[in-house]
């Protein structure tokens, strides 16, 4: 079923009820105020929604397939069993917002905010994430494979168990001590690179 995802929303935030078992289909809104705006079971179709606030917004078995979410708040925002498919997010705010049971695919996330996020048993593929911003982050189950997080941010985030060694980690951030690069998992290049970042001489 296609509706007008604005008016969905209007009438969705002013009775309180949740947006459910709905298809939005090359939809476009901008500079929309949709705070803890509920989707469940919907279907975002090649849809245009750049700029808009979601912040502390639900949404609970969700797909985005091909859509434009670029600058969009989404700080508190909770995810839970949702796909992200060949969409562009680029410089998105999602701080402090929980990834559950989630696959990012394809999609160009460049410049975003992570911070304080949670992704629990969520995995990201082939997506370009860099020069984003993962400090304190909290990763629970989290798999990456083939993700660009050149320039990324890792400040204060343990990244002990997570493996790399599939993606781009070229002058990524960590903290002075580099308590955070314990127990990651890379590969023999990616080593020589973060060497450089320890100060370590390899001879």
């Not at 995810?79 to 992200?84: E, I, L, T």
């Amino acid at each position: 079923m296609k509706a007008l995802l604005y008016d969905e929303i209007i009438y969705a935030i002013e009775t309180e009820t949740t947006i459910e078992q709905r298809m939005f289909e090359a939809e476009r809104i901008s500079s929309m105020n949709a705070k803890k705006a509920m989707f469940e079971h919907v279907q975002f179709i090649k849809c245009q929604i750049p700029d808009n606030d979601f912040d502390s917004s639900e949404f609970i078995n969700v797909t985005f397939d091909g859509c434009d979410l670029s600058n969009c708040y989404l700080k508190n925002t909770y995810f839970k069993n949702c796909k992200f498919l060949n969409c562009k997010m680029d410089g998105s705010s999602f701080g402090s917002a929980s990834f559950k049971n989630t696959q990012i695919e394809n999609c160009s996330c460049s410049y975003c905010n992570f911070v304080s996020t949670l992704w629990e048993n969520t995995s990201a593929s082939d997506c370009n994430m860099k020069q984003s911003f993962f400090s304190e982050v909290t990763f629970k189950k989290a798999t990456f494979y083939n993700i660009n997080f050149s320039n990324v941010d890792f400040f204060k985030t343990k990244l002990k168990g997570i493996d790399l060694s599939e993606c781009m980690i070229s002058n990524i951030m960590v903290s002075d001590t580099y308590t955070e690069l314990a127990g990651v998992k890379v590969n023999i290049y990616q080593a020589a690179e973060l060497a450089k970042l320890l100060k370590v001489q390899i001879v």
